[in-house]
T-cell receptor, first 115, second 113 residues
Framework: DAGVTQSPTHLIKTRGQQVTLRCSPKSGHDTVSWYQQALGQGPQFIFQYYEEEERQRGNFPDRFSGHQFPNYSSELNVNALLLGDSALYLC??????????????FGSGTRLTVV | QQQVKQSPQSLIVQKGGISIINCAYENTAFDYFPWYQQFPGKGPALLIAIRPDVSEKKEGRFTISFNKSAKQFSLHIMDSQPGDSATYFCAASMNTGFQKLVFGTGTRLLVSP
């Protein structure tokens, strides 16, 4: 049973560019949450998708947007990249009808470097 | 009020010793307190979690102690092993139906052989 799959593993972009990160949730999961983890810091919640809609958002600017597809996979888009966007981007999947106690699973992340 | 404060930032423990990591929170609406373990190049993995209706939970060598009145909780790793060397994060969440975690800043644990 595959866990949460994120792609690409690593990415280098230039300031001002746009980037798309991808996440495939664990089998049976229908909810995808995205987190940003800066170096030496804890993950910070960006937003969460369920039933193809963003249903909660953290304190991130509109440059960060997302999408969820009918197969529950998700994309995170970041426009007008800043040096400060360099971080590990984590995707977590879960089932909406289960609490956090059950199967809230993180992927290994995408390491984004903005130069 | 959404913050979870974690200490120490780093910790060195001898093999067989006890590792203790502490966290504090302000928001009394938090009702779920997990600890995550993260190895380099990997995502966080759930280690153990507790809810406020109990003061302690033990799973193998890992124990969470929870003090509701002080709004503090801690992770104890008994008989620490070199394989436990990792970064540990405490986190908290509210029962709002949205599965959102607020993380501490992390503790880098090194268990020396």
């Amino acid at each position: 049973d595959a866990g949460v799959t994120q792609s690409p593993t690593h990415l280098i972009k230039t300031r001002g560019q746009q980037v798309t990160l991808r996440c495939s949730p664990k089998s049976g999961h229908d909810t995808v949450s995205w987190y940003q983890q800066a170096l030496g810091q804890g993950p910070q919640f960006i937003f969460q998708y369920y039933e193809e809609e963003e249903r909660q958002r953290g304190n991130f600017p509109d440059r960060f947007s997302g999408h969820q597809f009918p197969n529950y996979s998700s994309e995170l888009n970041v426009n007008a990249l800043l040096l400060g966007d360099s971080a590990l981007y984590l995707c977590a999947s879960s089932r909406a009808d289960e609490g956090l106690d059950y199967g809230y699973t993180f992927g290994s992340g995408t390491r984004l470097t903005v130069v | 009020q959404q913050q979870v404060k974690q200490s120490p930032q780093s910790l060195i423990v001898q093999k067989g010793g006890i590792s203790i990591i502490n966290c504090a929170y302000e928001n009394t609406a938090f009702d779920y307190f997990p600890w995550y373990q993260q190895f380099p190049g990997k995502g966080p993995a759930l280690l153990i979690a507790i809810r406020p209706d109990v003061s302690e939970k033990k799973e193998g060598r890992f124990t969470i102690s929870f003090n509701k009145s002080a709004k503090q909780f801690s992770l104890h790793i008994m008989d620490s092993q070199p394989g436990d060397s990792a970064t540990y994060f405490c986190a908290a969440s509210m029962n709002t139906g949205f599965q959102k975690l607020v993380f501490g800043t992390g503790t880098r644990l090194l268990v020396s052989p």
